[in-house]
């Protein structure tokens, strides 16, 4: 069922009835936008914790649909990725703005442009929110390079929406 069709009945979508702890995983995964910017690398000021984020990308993340090549097994690839569950939701501040997860945790409806509002994976490309055609693989980059990547607009994107 749609979410319009949904609404039209007088039902109420899962992500306005549900709080993330009780949504199963069929809903949990629909969550994500699909806009790939946390899989972007972030730098951590040891001594402040100030995160400073970088338009590198996970090796696994596909720079154009902005999707994890390998979701089921990227744990195996990439050790330290972060698997979001409602505990890690309610701990990183990083999560960009316009996240289905972090708006649902902090009692926000979801933008216009997510695929469960929208109807079509395509639209948070086409809003400009993903980070589609902005980044750089982290393949063959040194670690120590990542700073000449420096970047404001995942924290900034969506602000305005």
Request: proline residues 4%; negative net charge.
């Amino acid at each position: 069922m749609t979410t319009s069709t949904a609404q039209e009945r007088g039902d109420l979508p899962f992500w306005k009835t549900k709080t993330l702890a009780e949504m199963n995983d069929r809903e949990w995964e629909s969550l994500c936008d699909g806009c790939g910017l946390c899989c972007l690398n972030k730098l951590e000021d040891w001594d402040t914790g100030e995160i400073a984020w970088t338009s590198v990308r996970c090796v696994l993340l596909d720079g154009e649909s902005c999707r994890c090549k390998d979701y089921d097994n990227r744990q195996a690839t990439v050790p330290d990725c972060i698997r979001l569950t409602v505990e890690s939701v309610e701990k990183i501040s990083w999560l960009p703005p316009t996240c289905g997860y972090r708006l649902i945790r902090d009692g926000h409806d979801l933008y216009w442009w997510h695929p469960l509002v929208s109807g079509d994976p395509d639209t948070v490309h086409q809003a400009g929110i993903s980070a589609r055609g902005r980044t750089v693989s982290e393949e063959g980059l040194d670690i120590e390079d990542y700073e000449d990547y420096l970047v404001t607009w995942p924290m900034e994107v969506g602000e305005e929406k």
